[in-house]
């Protein structure tokens, strides 16, 4: 079969019936012997791997969502009664290879990879207990003792190893961190997550379709409104409801509230990793600043509990909203001073430019996603490619740099803070009148839907689809950390070992959102 | 130089008073008295995720804001549980982090004061126990003071903190 850019768009996408939830979604059944033939043309017609999944009930299968464009495509992939095989795609995509372990990991149903090496598991439970198989039920014994992890080894004269964690020395989140270095020079990063996985895809299964906007908004506690919402995307989508309007420009003022927050806290920290406290100092006191003036319009500083199903939890006053959207407006101005000043500080720039590059073509060869992304000259940003009511609307200008270092993803920050501001206020003016909340009705047994939301690190993926009585039979929660964790393997590369904290605080992973 | 010394003047000391301890919080208590007399201070944190959905540390990190500016206050944050008089544990603890939270708290000198932060390492929350996770910081390793929150905020963990060397009733 001969990759051309014309065929597989129109394979692919006419076979392709609607998908409920996202704006455009839609899915198509492939075959095993399609499998790879399909990801071979939609990677030669420029689509990116957002997610892959694998699923037991009703029967065993393996789901990829894809993404060009305004196109957001998702592929099944029945497996034949009886096996629990298919074919390996990270040649193709190479951002699979981890999901496919952890698939493997949590359903049994594996890809014939070279690297078989489990990803969520570690010690834990047996090998032998598959969390999502549907006959799952309590592991047999319990294990605390440490496992030996194959990391890969770096030989040489001098070459030397570095462990790190799973304990890191600052406030966050736990995983391992393998240096091989010489002298100061990082060789090579490996890094081994899963410590902070807490069966949350099993936990999905045991409540109601109509609470779990509750543990999808605590997927990743940094990105609630993001995974929240497309939660109850797909789940409108799946019940047939539309939200009133007003309930969906109050889920964008949440969603770009979040963002603004996360970019403060990170702006903040790098200068910090740069050894620049003036700027954390600055930073940490103007997020602080944020999340008290977000009490009164949301009645909670991190928004954990605002997007539910049908609309929102609580409506907004007119004046809180005006009182927002001018501590948004001071904010931004605050900030843009602590920018010129970050500019014009020569020990800041020296540690900012240069440092941890992923150039343009690695980015688009590895399927980076979101703000990192867009730091590496790759425009994708799901508000404009395939806009959820009310992007359309607000008409967001997408943020993008080419320099792919720590200084261009800082800089990303600053161009979209200024952004969300803009929103924010835009916003709080024209917000329509109405209802902020609706009814849903939970979908029958069988129903599926997609979510795909811009959150502040990149694009939020959540597949769901229904069981019998108002039952969850299978929800996946997707990170775009999961596509960006190996991008910063390859940042760190010939860089010093004390960078590495300002890189990886210059990519700000989460670490639950791809341990689950 | 002259921007960021005109910034420093112009916003000054925003430091907000702390509110005391809350006995509340307390789960057990042990030489309360000799505690508050050494450690009153001089208090050394090691923060331990074990497991969290990130929204407590995002709240943990914000004691160290000029609002809250925990180290005015004679508390830090340090990099080793060698170093620490007190564990700050977030998260329902995954299996997967039990024995690295056990080796923890087995590395911290006497009198290994625990504080449990947030629903989830009060109670495992909305996660609960499952194949992957051991639930509440009280499963695993004593706990001292339990903050309950989703998240709590940073005054209310400062509360908790507070209350695990203060001298108690």
């Known amino acids: ?209 109509l609470e779990g906007h509750r543990l999808a908004a605590r997927v990743s506690g940094d990105s609630a409104v993001a995974f929240s919402w497309a939660y109850v995307q797909a789940l409108e989508g799946m019940a047939d409801c539309r939200p009133p309007a007003r309930a969906l420009w109050l889920r964008a003022l949440a969603l770009e509230c979040e963002r603004i927050a996360n970019h403060l806290g990170d702006l903040g920290a790098l200068g910090n990793d740069a050894g620049f406290a003036f700027g954390l100092s600055q930073f940490s006191r103007l997020k602080e600043q944020w999340l008290r003036a977000l009490e009164p319009v949301f009645a909670q500083r991190y928004l954990l509990d605002y997007v539910v199903p049908g609309g929102v939890a609580r409506d907004a006053a007119g004046g809180a909203l005006d009182a927002l959207a001018r501590c948004a407006g001071d904010i931004a101005r605050e ?39 867009r730091a590496s000259g790759q425009a994708h940003d799901l508000r404009v490619d395939a806009p959820t009511e009310p992007y359309a609307a607000l008409g967001v200008q997408v943020v993008c740099e080419q320099d792919g270092d720590v200084a261009a993803r800082v800089a990303v920050r600053f161009g979209e803070l200024d952004e969300s501001v803009r929103l924010v206020a835009r916003i709080a003016a024209e917000l329509p009148s109405g209802d902020h909340r609706g009814e849903v009705v939970a979908p029958a047994a069988g129903t599926s839907g997609l979510g795909a939301i811009e959150g502040w690190r990149g694009p939020v993926l959540l597949a769901l689809t229904s069981g019998s009585g108002g039952s969850i039979a299978r929800c996946h929660p997707h990170d775009p950390s999961w596509q960006n964790w190996p991008l910063l393997e390859h940042a760190v590369i010939g860089n010093i070992v004390p960078d590495f904290p300002l890189i990886n605080k210059s990519f700000n992973l989460s670490y639950s959102g791809q341990d689950l | ?152 905020g940073p005054a209310r963990i400062l509360a908790g903190i507070l209350t695990a060397i203060s001298p108690g009733r």
């Open chain 2, 1 to 152: 130089m002259y921007k960021t010394l005109r910034q420093i003047r112009h916003i000054g000391i925003v430091t907000e008073p702390p509110r005391g301890a809350d006995e509340e919080l307390r789960v057990r208590a042990a030489l309360q008295a000799r505690i508050a007399e050494v450690l009153g201070r001089a208090l050394c944190i090691r923060e331990v995720d074990a497991g969290s959905c990130n929204g407590c540390e995002l709240e943990i990190q914000a004691l160290n804001n000029p609002l809250y500016n925990i180290e005015a206050l004679g508390i830090r944050f340090v990099a080793s549980p060698r170093h620490a008089d007190l564990l700050l544990v977030t998260g329902p603890v995954a299996r997967n982090m039990e024995l690295a939270l056990k080796r923890t708290y087995q590395a911290m000198p006497d009198p290994k004061l625990v504080v449990a932060v947030g629903d989830c390492g009060c109670s495992g929350g909305i996660f609960g126990e499952n194949y992957a996770s051991a639930g509440r910081v009280g499963n695993v390793i004593p706990v001292d003071v339990a903050v309950p929150g989703c998240p709590p």
């Open chain 1, 1 to 209: 079969m001969s990759p051309s850019t014309a065929t597989p768009l129109v394979r692919w996408l006419t076979v392709a019936t609607p998908l409920a939830g996202a704006p455009g979604a839609r899915r198509a059944a492939v075959s095993p012997a399609q499998w790879r033939d399909a990801m071979r043309e939609l990677a030669a017609a420029e689509f990116r791997l957002l997610a892959l999944w694998t699923s037991t009930t009703p029967a065993a299968a393996v789901h990829a969502v894809l993404a060009s464009g305004d196109n957001l495509l998702q592929l099944d992939l029945a497996l034949p009664a009886g096996t629990t095989g298919y074919a390996d795609i990270a040649d193709i995509f190479p951002a699979a290879a981890r999901m496919q372990r952890a698939a493997a990991d949590l359903t049994g149903i594996a890809a014939d990879a070279r690297d078989r090496r489990p990803w969520v598991r570690h010690a834990a439970w047996p090998a032998d207990y598959l969390p999502l198989a549907a006959s799952a039920g309590v592991p047999a014994g319990e294990q605390t003792v440490a496992d030996d992890y194959p990391f890969v080894r770096v030989t040489g004269d001098g070459v030397h190893e570095i462990p790190v964690g799973p304990v890191h020395a600052g406030i966050i989140e736990p995983g391992h961190f393998r240096f091989s270095v010489v002298g100061e020079k990082v060789l090579r990063l490996e890094q081994r997550l899963g410590y902070a996985h807490k069966g949350i895809e099993q936990r999905f299964t045991s409540l109601p379709l």
């Open chain 1, 335 to 373: 900030a843009r001073l602590v920018r010129s000043i970050y500019d014009e500080h020569a020990g800041v720039r020296d540690r900012f430019v240069g440092t941890g590059i992923v150039k343009p073509q690695l980015a688009r060869q590895l399927g980076m996603a979101g703000l990192a992304a």
